[in-house]
């Protein structure tokens, strides 16, 4: 079976999805409030559901998958996912309250935005 072209299309998403997360980040960086995490979500979940196809089909195929590395890179992906569903909650939590959604986002968006970037590190530098 013929697993490449399954490969490359889910290849294709996972780094759409790492756009998703990277670019979201950077474009609010400096913004103090009207944080838009949605893209960044949808991002985390096709980084971590691809990431764990791409294993499975790549294992399917016949590859030999490097076990810790897709350990450390499923981790940062779920700390990644964790983070920016935790800003998500305290921004609904900052706006219904009335407060700052700097100080209740920014460190969870800056985790996810980090944690990615981590990631791609990972994936790039060990061999």
Aim: hydrophobic share 60%.
């Amino acid at each position: 079976m013929n697993v490449e072209p399954v490969i490359l299309a889910l290849l294709v998403f996972h780094i759409l999805g790492l756009s998703l997360i990277i670019g979201s980040f950077a474009l609010q960086l400096r913004r103090k409030e009207g944080f838009e995490l949605g893209t960044i979500v949808i991002g985390a979940i096709t980084q971590l559901v691809t990431g764990l196809a791409l294993v499975g089909m790549l294992q399917v195929g016949g590859e030999d998958v490097n076990n810790a590395k897709i350990a450390v890179k499923t981790t940062f992906a779920i700390v990644v996912l964790v983070a920016v569903l935790m800003a998500r909650s305290r921004q609904a939590k900052a706006l219904s309250a009335g407060t700052s959604e700097k100080t209740a986002v920014l460190p969870f968006l800056h985790l996810a935005g980090m944690g990615a970037i981590i990631n791609v590190l990972v994936a790039v530098l060990w061999h």
